[in-house]
């Protein structure tokens, strides 16, 4: 089983749904990227899955050029910016799948509100992803 999870930034929703992936089941060959990558793995996407024992601290954001060339099982967009401009895969993809988040680097107000709706996210995205992976087996 191979995967791509794709998002805008790369920062954020999809490195926290490849951490989940790969925290699921380490046999699965899982992937983020995104359209328009980020500099870095926002911080406090890396403070709130540490939380629950999922390290992205040696995590970086890649671009989906990267991934165009190659087959997957799937390919699932996180975020309707990804979605609108998904790019079209040469390689053969079994699947494509939505599974839409806010995005928790919009957020704004004091840093606990902020930390908190990171928090949330998370365990939407959790719970996503969970889902998804029962419905595989």
């Known amino acids: 089983m191979k995967i791509l999870i794709l998002c805008t930034g790369n920062s954020c929703r999809s490195q926290m749904a490849e951490g989940f992936l790969k925290f699921f089941d380490k046999n699965i060959k899982v992937f983020s990227a995104g359209t328009e990558p980020n500099k870095e793995v926002h911080p406090k996407a890396v403070q709130v899955m ?21 087959e997957f099982d799937y390919v699932i967009t996180v ?12 390689g053969k993809v079994s699947r494509h799948l939505h599974i839409g988040f806010d995005d928790p680097a919009e957020v704004s107000g004091t840093e606990e509100f902020i930390l908190s ?3 949330r996210i998370r365990d939407e995205i959790k719970q996503g992803f969970l889902k998804f992976y029962k419905n595989l087996q």
């Open 50 to 70: 540490k939380e629950l024992d999922i390290d992205l601290s040696d995590n970086y954001p890649k671009s989906v050029n990267e991934f165009l060339n190659q």
């Open 79 to 90: 975020c309707g910016g990804a979605k609108e401009s998904c790019p079209t895969f040469s």
């Open 117 to 119: 709706e990171f928090r």
